[in-house]
């Protein structure tokens, strides 16, 4: 990558870097200056909305190649000006792993994915054969060569996208929070690759990360960004200044536990043992009497590639309360996502039952999949796990009055509750920016909000802190904690452990079947599956007892 040595590991030189994507107000990043020696892993912390992607981005070309807006200063990678250097050409030597990983992926079979890359770059044929099942292999994936993409978790994909980045061995290798949709054994197999990778000095290494506790051992440096994009500080890891600790932790970012020594003020929350999204408040406790979301005996197949079916869920029974909160865990793969779209109505299990309570105040239950979607709206609310998938305004405000049932011009007037909403999120600036073009972290924020204006009785999220800050991360709780004590029913799919000591029972799948149906810290003190030491570093449980007991209710068919 350097004059002396094109085939080595690269440096990364940036003076006075800042780039403005088209059409928005302000830079995502300003100022960025710092100097990265060749094999060295940086871990870049900042924010949600701070300009952490759009580095990466840069780093990998598509910032100013592919992304229209304004470039200043400099950026270099080697001996290569981003700028001025073929988007091809830095094709082959950064690998870059995105933040959504399904956007990443072209081919049909994860065996003819990893090799895409490797035919584009001219690779014979006998080198492609050997290097795929080197590459899944590294990832935990392997035998998946003959399996379709489209069948894969959202886990099973992130690790499909990080042997894609893997295989050709490029000199610098990007890494967009890398182990967000990963179980807690996928995050310490991704974890240990990372760790080998930097240990062998081979690669230089950014990574973006949210899961700090895993992130921080690996690096060698950090750069400190704020929530404008401007630059706190870049020092090496084990010497980050208190100063510069407390900065980063105004800014609403997660900070690492080994750093909350360090600094003051908004570090607190971190140091005190409590869930930061808890700090000061105690959640109010809500009678947990009817039920209004019922599963019973569950069994969902989808096909496998030819070979028969997959059994996706298998006899899986869930009753969810009034004013519960419901924490669902598992492995990559276990049924999670598949229960929440059963339980929404948008598919139907091959056996079993789904009812949802017809009307808040009592009655009968009623297949949520016979609802028109207007009666379903104000029953069951479903949050994707990819927040662009349930979009349909053409700006954030829009957005947020659409779920509403608004219409999707409103008239000026109409706007200020969509506003309020939408301040309340931090996303007052970008009411009129579109949804797709908003960051992963605010996409994820604009999907809440759009669901504060008319709260339905039961609501589903689907990795509901993935992508966010800490002060995202208080916002959602906080709007949770209010909707739970109107009486509203939640299940929360997650693999973001600081969640669940927020909820009152936790359920868990491993290979569609229910594993463990029970208390926060009855899970966390002996998960029914192998998790990762970092996984169990981000947590600290404070009291939790068993809910109440909860009647049965009596499901009747749907009318």
């Avoid at 988007?87 to 895409?116: H, I, N």
């Avoid at 209004?292 to 009753?319: I, K, M, N, Q």
């Avoid at 039961?458 to 906080?478: K, Y």
């Avoid at 029913?489 to 009152?504: F, G, I, K, M, N």
Wanted: proline share 9%.
């Amino acid at each position: 990558m350097s004059a002396d040595d094109p085939t080595g590991p690269p440096g990364i030189a940036a003076e006075d870097f800042g780039w403005t994507y088209r059409g928005r107000p302000r830079p995502a990043l300003q100022g960025i200056s710092f100097c990265l020696e060749p094999g060295r892993v940086l871990l870049v912390l900042g924010p949600s909305g701070s300009g952490k992607s759009t580095l990466a981005r840069a780093l990998a070309g598509l910032v100013p190649h592919v992304l229209g807006g304004t470039w200043r200063g400099s950026l270099r990678v080697g001996d290569a000006e981003i700028a001025s250097t073929p988007a091809r050409v830095l094709g082959e030597r950064v690998g870059l792993v995105f933040q959504d990983p399904e956007s990443q992926l072209v081919m049909a079979r994860a065996g003819d994915e990893v090799a895409f890359g490797l035919e584009n770059r001219g690779w014979p044929l006998p080198a492609m054969a050997a290097r795929v099942p080197v590459a899944l292999a590294q990832v935990g994936l392997a035998g998946f060569e003959p399996r379709s993409t489209a069948t894969l978790s959202g886990g099973e994909q992130q690790r499909l996208a990080i042997a894609d980045v893997l295989a050709p061995a490029p000199g610098l290798l990007v890494f967009d929070e890398p182990t967000a949709n990963l179980d807690p054994p996928g995050m310490q197999a991704t974890i240990e690759q990372l760790a080998r990778l930097a240990g062998r000095r081979r690669h230089t290494i950014v990574l973006v990360e949210h899961r700090l506790e895993a992130a921080l051992p690996l690096a060698d440096d950090v750069l400190l960004i704020d929530e404008a994009g401007r630059q706190l500080a870049f020092s090496p890891a084990a010497s980050v200044g208190p100063e510069a600790v407390e900065l980063l932790a105004r800014t609403g970012a997660w900070i690492p536990r080994a750093w909350t020594g360090a600094g003051t003020g908004a570090a607190e929350d971190q140091r005190s043992g409590r869930p930061p999204f808890a700090a000061g408040n105690a959640r109010p406790e809500p009678p947990r009497t009817q039920a209004v979301l019922v599963a019973e005996a569950l069994r969902v197949d989808y096909p496998s590639d030819g070979s028969g079916r997959r059994r996706a869920l298998d006899g899986v029974s869930l009753h969810v309360a009034a004013g519960e909160r419901v924490g669902l865990v598992g492995p990559n793969g276990a049924g999670k996502s598949t229960l929440l779209l059963a339980l929404a109505g948008l598919l139907r299990p091959s056996v079993g039952r789904v009812a949802v309570l017809d009307r808040p105040s009592g009655g009968a239950f009623v297949d949520p999949a016979r609802l028109a979607a207007r009666r379903l709206a104000g029953r069951v609310g479903l949050v994707f796990q990819d927040p662009e998938l349930g979009f349909v305004g053409r700006t954030a405000l829009l957005e947020v009055l659409a779920s509403a049932g608004a219409a999707l011009r409103p008239p000026a007037e109409d706007r200020a509750p969509g506003e309020r909403v939408l301040d309340r999120f931090g996303l007052a600036a970008l009411a009129d920016v579109d949804p797709f073009r908003l960051s992963q972290g605010e996409q994820r924020r604009l999907s809440l909000a759009a669901l504060a204006l008319v709260p339905p009785a039961a609501l589903l999220l689907d990795e509901p802190t993935f992508g966010l800050d800490r002060r995202g991360t208080e916002t959602v709780l906080g709007l949770l904690d209010e909707l739970r004590a109107g009486g509203q029913a939640q299940l929360l799919a997650t693999h973001d452990p600081r969640l669940l000591p927020a909820c009152d029972r936790v359920v868990a799948l491993d290979g569609g079947r229910v594993v463990f149906d029970g208390a926060p810290r009855a899970f966390l003190a002996r998960p029914p599956y192998p998790v990762a030491a970092a996984w169990r570093a981000e947590v600290s449980l404070g009291s939790s007892d068993p809910p109440a007991a909860i009647p049965e209710p009596e499901v009747e068919p749907a009318g």
